[in-house]
């Protein structure tokens, strides 16, 4: 966080030029659609001046505060991703042992509090144990690392976060850090070949 701002006071200091930290959510998909939600840190006037690009990219554009805000939103982003990911995982499993068909989970819960666009798009994903890829461990993993730099350096417990990220450098070291997020199931199946 005060990377980026002290990147963007040197950047205008320097150049004269305005910085707008803007990271991104939505993968290759809301790219393609120019659906993409970006977060973005920076100046209100930087932030304005910026949208005629970001209105081609992003269905949803918001100034979170300032240069570094987008990086810390992102952040957070991927903390829920990935301890939803999880989730999504356990409750494959959970729901398998109770014999209760777990693509049929996103169905049951949509529009109560547990639903989420990782509850709909994945559970069926993870309980198919398709591996198709749309997003890397190790990708995840390196902003999991991030974000615990960022954490102990504000001194903000993540106990929760703390464990998923384990589970990411177990599946690393598993070699499946260039595969796809569904392959958390082969930890809870066991490492169980196909």
């Known amino acids: 966080y005060n990377s980026q701002a002290d990147m963007a006071t040197r950047l205008r200091r320097e150049t004269g030029m305005a ?3 803007c990271p991104l959510s939505g993968g290759v998909p809301g790219a393609l659609s120019g659906r993409l939600t970006i977060m973005a840190g920076g100046s209100a006037e930087d932030f304005e001046r910026a949208r005629v690009v970001m ?3 992003a269905a949803n554009y ?3 505060g300032v240069s570094g805000a987008g990086q810390t939103t992102k952040l957070i982003n991927q903390l829920f991703c990935a301890v939803l990911f999880q989730a999504v995982a356990e409750a494959v499993k959970l729901a ?3 014999g209760v068909d777990p693509a049929a989970i996103p169905a049951a819960l949509a529009g109560g509090r547990a639903d989420s666009r990782i509850l709909q798009e994945f559970m069926a994903k993870f309980a198919a144990r398709d591996f198709s890829p749309t997003g890397r461990i190790d990708n995840m993993l390196k902003d999991l690392d991030s974000l615990q730099a960022f954490a102990l350096k504000t001194k903000t417990p993540l106990p929760m976060t703390g464990s998923v990220v384990e589970i990411h450098r177990l599946l ?3 070699g499946l850090g260039p595969k796809d997020s569904a392959e958390m ?3 809870l199946d066991g490492f169980q070949a196909d």
């Open 172 to 174: 690393c070291a598993a």
């Open 55 to 57: 209105r081609h990219l």
């Open 185 to 187: 199931m082969r930890l």
């Open 19 to 21: 910085w707008v930290d």
């Open 62 to 64: 918001t100034l979170m």
């Open 96 to 98: 398998e042992a109770g």
